[in-house]
């Protein structure tokens, strides 16, 4: 089953559109109203979702897969990235999108 994502608001909103023109299920933070939330509760939206969270914010959200970790919360995954032009963040989440499963990214997380 393909994984589906939230694109966290310091990703840029075009990486989603060119996913979606690609045929995934992506959506940026932005066109779910999700704009401005703190990291937990995007974390926790993406999860109450089915959705893998993508990020650029490495620190916070590693440190957040931690205490998920910790405390037996579950998501749907974490991708993290520093911060890439488009074209590059597009070809290297294609490149995981093509090789991991829905299950396989479950609880992990996966640098580009």
Not at 5 to 13: A, C, H, P, T, Y
């Amino acid at each position: 089953m393909k994984i589906k994502l939230l694109l966290d608001e310091d990703v840029q909103l075009a990486v989603a559109h060119a996913l979606r023109q690609r045929g995934y299920d992506a959506y940026h933070a932005q066109e779910l109203s999700q704009k401005g939330k703190s990291d937990d509760e995007q974390l926790q939206f993406s999860a109450k979702q089915g959705r893998c969270l993508v990020t650029y914010n490495v620190k916070d959200f590693v440190l957040l897969h931690n205490e998920y970790l910790d405390s037996g919360k579950a998501h749907f995954g974490i991708i993290v990235s520093k911060h890439l032009p488009i074209g590059e963040t597009l070809r290297r989440l294609l490149n995981v999108l093509q090789r991991l499963s829905r299950n396989a990214i479950k609880n992990q997380i996966e640098f580009l």
